[in-house]
Nanobody, 119 residues
Framework: QVQLVESGGGSVQAGGSLRLSCTAS????????MYWYRQAPGKQRELVAR???????NYADSVKGRFTVFRDSAKNTVSLQMNSLKPEDTAVYYC?????????????WGQGTQVTVSS
């Protein structure tokens, strides 16, 4: 059984910072790409950031220059440092991992963590 558990969400004023973390546990051989998504009320879930096993990253245009994704592969952890937060960053943030188990690759999601940015 594999679980991804996020932490670090909360409430912050515009301009503030938060760091989200996501730790995978279970029968994991390795994890390929890891992602952060978010979903605001009434909107579709959108990709925020991606980091490969080799450390290459991609970001949504809306967060470039403000958010940084990084990972500790030895600890099966991915984090998202969010700076200069804006009210439009308010959403539930989810991590996702491409987990290698045996000879297969499986997608797992975390349960989500709420981020609320007030103006």
């Amino acid at each position: 059984q594999v679980q991804l558990v996020e932490s670090g969400g909360g409430s912050v004023q515009a301009g503030g910072s938060l760091r989200l973390s996501c730790t995978a546990s279970g029968s994991i051989f390795s994890i390929n790409d890891m992602y952060w998504y978010r979903q605001a009320p009434g909107k579709q879930r959108e990709l925020v950031a991606r980091i490969s096993s080799g450390g290459s990253t991609n970001y949504a245009d809306s967060v470039k220059g403000r958010f940084t994704v990084f990972r500790d592969s030895a600890k099966n952890t991915v984090s998202l440092q969010m700076n200069s937060l804006k009210p439009e960053d308010t959403a539930v943030y989810y991590c996702r991992g491409e987990v290698v188990i045996g000879t297969g690759i499986y997608l797992y999601w975390g349960q989500g963590t709420q981020v609320t940015v007030s103006s």
